[in-house]
Each structure stands twice: as C-alpha cells, then as structure tokens.
C-alpha cells in the first residue's frame, strides 16, 4: 500500500522555474531544462512516444530487461530496496519486481506528481507486500529518501538512456548523489544508448505522428500558463 506519510514533494517552485527558463534563454546557445517538459500533459505524450515504431530505445531496452531479469535479481538478491530515478511508467522497474526475490520497499522519484501518484498507486495495488513511496522531485538535486525497509542491497535504477542527456560533468554530480542515496555498499543500474546511424536517431526524434514535436512544443504552452510568458506557437517548429 502506499503510506501517504510516505508521500514526499521536492518539485521546483515557480520562481525556481522562471529563473533557470530566464537563466537558459539568455544564454548562447538558448537552452531550457528537459525537466520541465514533464508536466502531466508532457508525461502523457512522452508515453505515447515509447510507443512509437519510431522510437527504438524504450523496446530495445524493454526486450534486454526481459532477457535478463533473472540474473539482475540474482545479483541484487532478497529483500532488496528499489529506487528508480525519472520513473515515468514504471514499466521496465514492473519488469525487475516481478523478477526480484522478496523485494521490501519501492522508491519511485518522478518530477510529474499526478503521473507519479498514479503510477505508485497502480504499483501498490499489483504487489500489495512491496512498501511503495513516492517523492516528487528533480533528482539532479538532493532530495530525502523516505525510510525504507528492508535488509538487503539498496538499487538505484536509471534506465532509458536519460544520463545522455547531462553534460559530463553533470553526469558526475548526478551519479556521486545516487551514492548518497545507496549507500557505499550500495548498487546502482543504469541503461546506456549505442552510437546509431544518424538516420535511426532522426526518426526516433523527429517522428511522422509529430507527438515528440508536441511534446517539446507543449513546454512553451506550460511556460505561457504558469509563468505568464507570451510565446506564439506558430512562431517555433520542431527540429531534433
């Protein structure tokens, strides 16, 4: 079940929101946080694009955690603790507890809080002994973990090629805060993209249903209602 004491929110405020949009587009070249293309609309396109014909990461990575379920559980072995960093769906972690021996607790950290809470909720229901929590937060910065239980090994779970996106350096920092979190003797598994055929990668992201140009496109919609910003949409096209 999920313990709503359990239930933690570190999301970014407004200001914190306006200030790194304003941060990025005085910039050269202008950028804006990949974080915030999650709201509940942004979450909703992002899982119709996994599952897209186009989109090749979410079914590759789908088909290896298949193939090798049994032996991650092995590794980790009983009453192991989960923590999945971006969880989204959950779909690939759904994969791993219906492998793992025993598991304790499960930790989903998602910045979307409605996505978040229905997604736990659905989670809790389908393994009742597993203690589910949430924490909305952006991971990239520190955060408590709601105490868990369990005696066994404390996993981190980063899967869908996402450290791709940060910078070196930001990878660094990103992966010395999951070790606070796991602990020294800790784990940690991480899903990792090949290098592609340039042409694979341009259909994956500039798809013929043109959902991941609504998905980019739906963060200007977010900034001009929660931060009162006025950009004309028939002004931008979608371009990866």
Known sequence: MIDVASFKDYRPSSNEMLSEALKGLLATPKTLPCKYFYDEKGSDLFQQICQLP?????????????????????????????????????????????????????????????????????????FPKLKVHAVSADFVYPFSVPEMIGHGLRVGFFPGSTIGNFTRDGAIDFLRGTREVVGPSGAMLIGLDLKKDERILHAAYNDSQGVTAAFNMNLLTRMNSELGATFNLNEFCHEA
């Open 54 to 126: 186009e989109y090749y990461p979410t079914r590759t990575e789908t088909l290896l955690l298949q193939s090798i379920a049994g032996e991650v559980a092995e590794l980790i072995g009983p009453a192991c603790q989960m923590i999945e960093y971006g969880s989204g769906s959950s779909e690939k972690m759904h994969i791993i507890l219906e492998a793992l021996i025993k598991p304790e607790s499960f930790t989903a950290v998602d910045i979307s809080k409605e996505h978040l809470l229905s997604v736990t909720k659905a989670l809790s229901n389908e």
